[in-house]
């Protein structure tokens, strides 16, 4: 991050919402840049100032997807979606482009706060990664590849530990079916969502105590899983 202050770019063209951010922003300690079309966005998050960015899709020169892949051809600065569009497959296209989160208008700007502080967090933690992921009762040790629940060893298959191995590394994170389909099993199975619910069932009855009512891998409804952050227990 860039200074003891983080810096949050907002992309908005409606300059009502670009002011409620950024007053709520302020008052919470955060430096506000502003940017109401994607051109403008590019352009101030190329200099590398911004520690995260709220992307809003309706931009008035160009689509917030476009803004987004193009971010990421070069950027890995966290990114929260803020929109009003709500369907699924807009959502799983922005997750699949390399969105950290996406947040529907209306909102709360409690709500907004949280997910800004969890998205930084993140990055922090991914920058200096610990080889032993833990969240609950869940523990995983990434360098000896083991997996323990309530301090008992836990055997996965291969495939149960690369699935596992993916949902940490994004942990908070949505994480889209055809991301984690063609990470574990390759591009050619990216459309096989039934196997992987499949996969995904017999892996909570191994890490849950209630695998009806999983506490750490959790549905994102059409769109993928998510592994609950230690700080979202």
Known sequence: MTGAKPRVLVVDDEPQIRRFLRLGLDAH??????????????????????????????????????VLARLREWSRVPVIVLSVRSREDEKVRAFELGADDYVVKPFGMAELLARINAALRRRVEAEAPAPVFRVG??????????????????????????????????????????????????????????YLRVFVQKLRRQIEADPSRPAYLLTELGVGYRLRAPDQL
């Open 29 to 66: 300690g955060y430096e506000v840049l502003e940017a109401e079309t994607g051109t403008a966005a590019l352009r101030t998050a190329s200099t590398g100032r911004a520690d995260l960015v709220v992307l809003d899709l309706g931009l008035p020169d160009r689509e917030g997807f476009e």
């Open 137 to 194: 009762s869940l523990e995983v040790d990434l360098v000896r590849r083991m997996v323990r629940v309530s301090g008992a060893e836990v055997r996965l298959s291969p495939k149960q530990y690369q699935l596992l191995q993916v949902l940490v590394a994004n942990a908070g994170k949505v994480v889209t079916h055809r991301q984690l389909l063609g990470e574990v099993w390759g591009a050619a199975h990216r459309d096989d969502v039934q």
